[in-house]
């Protein structure tokens, strides 16, 4: 399906928000990283693929949740920064995962599905 028309969320909006985020846990240097909206991930509101740095966001899931698009994001892109940073060992959702979404203001929480 061609979701160009009428994504949930401007994909302009999601790159400005996510070079906010970069800006905020210092990690500007992992700019760009590619936001693109999917149809049918199939469970995961987001993935997250960390050596591409590309994060796709489940278009239909979140057209029906868009308030939680910016958890979403921000919890996908907070896995990039970790796998940057501490490397293929680190704990998915572990302390310095959750230190940035707390400095990011978003909640902590688990609803996806990882490729690594
Ligand atoms: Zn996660």
Do not use: C, N
């Not at 979140?62 to 921000?74: G, K, N, S, T």
């Not at 940073?85 to 902590?108: F, K, N, S, T, Y």
């Amino acid at each position: 399906m061609d979701l160009s028309a009428t994504p949930p969320k401007p994909a302009a909006a999601l790159a400005a928000r996510a070079r906010d985020l970069l800006g905020m846990w210092y990690a500007l240097d992992l700019w760009p990283v590619a936001i693109v909206w999917r149809d049918g991930l199939e469970g995961p509101a987001g993935i997250a693929w960390l050596e591409e740095r590309t994060i796709e966001l489940d278009a239909h899931l979140l057209a029906r949740h868009p308030r939680r698009i910016d958890e979403v994001l921000a919890h996908e892109l907070a896995h990039l920064v970790i796998h940057a940073r501490i490397g293929p060992d680190a704990e998915q959702h572990g302390p310095e995962w959750r230190a940035l979404l707390e400095i990011a203001g978003v909640r902590a929480t688990r609803f996806h599905a990882m490729d690594a």
